[in-house]
T-cell receptor, first 116, second 108 residues
């Protein structure tokens, strides 16, 4: 298996533009997570899905952020409009079960977003 | 609420040294991850363990569920082991609680 695949690896955009980050989880994994990592706040869980259904989006910073999972093999995280404070590395991860219940968590390589 | 304490927070050692990183958490759990993140890099799952000990190459992880404690050991450390090591315990909803981890630097 190729692992969790994220695209793009790097994204540089201007403030106010729409940004879409993409993730393909490992086949057969029922859980998908979106994380954001910054120097100031560390790794933060934004939202997670179970069987394509959003379960907990309490970590989504504000209405400018939205995430979808239209099918088991694809998810997007969208920021509209983007702001400089959104600059971070965004990780997608998947797991065959609840990661805190004996199921390993597999991370993608991340998308480094820079908003100027 | 589960809380995690890792020690040390920062560790600098010479190549070849035996390294131990400790992880203590406040609420009972069934399993624990150990993950590794290289500077500017991705996050890699090293171990998922619920009891006893697991070994992968030069890395050994142990856990004592009753004592709410886990350790990660690195034998014959190498500069490429320089990374941040994280052990996020799960909360009551089995979602992981992320701490700052242990920053390890191995000098040649």
């Amino acid at each position: 298996d190729a692992g969790v695949i994220q695209s793009p690896r790097h994204e540089v955009t201007e403030m106010g533009q729409e940004v879409t980050l993409r993730c393909k989880p490992i086949s057969g994994h029922d859980y998908l997570f979106w994380y954001r990592q910054t120097m100031m706040r560390g790794l933060e869980l934004l939202i997670y899905f179970n069987n394509n259904v959003p379960i907990d989006d309490s970590g989504m910073p504000e209405d400018r952020f939205s995430a979808k999972m239209p099918n088991a093999s694809f998810s997007t995280l969208k920021i509209q409009p983007s702001e400089p404070r959104d600059s971070a590395v965004y990780f997608c991860a998947s797991s065959p079960g609840r990661p805190g219940y004996n199921s390993p968590l597999h991370f993608g390589n991340g998308t480094r977003l820079t908003v100027t | 609420k589960n809380e995690v304490e890792q020690s040390p927070q920062n560790l600098t050692a010479q190549e070849g040294e035996f390294i131990t990183i400790n992880c203590s958490y406040s609420v009972g759990i069934s399993a624990l991850h150990w993950l590794q993140q290289h500077p500017g890099g991705g996050i890699v799952s090293l171990f998922m363990l619920s009891s006893g000990k697991k070994k992968h190459g030069r890395l050994i992880a142990t856990i004592n569920i009753q004592e709410k404690h886990s350790s990660l050991h690195i034998t014959a450390s190498h500069p490429r082991d320089s990374a941040v090591y994280i052990c996020p315990p799960p909360d009551s909803n089995y979602q992981l609680i992320w701490g700052a981890g242990t920053k390890l630097i191995i000098k040649p």
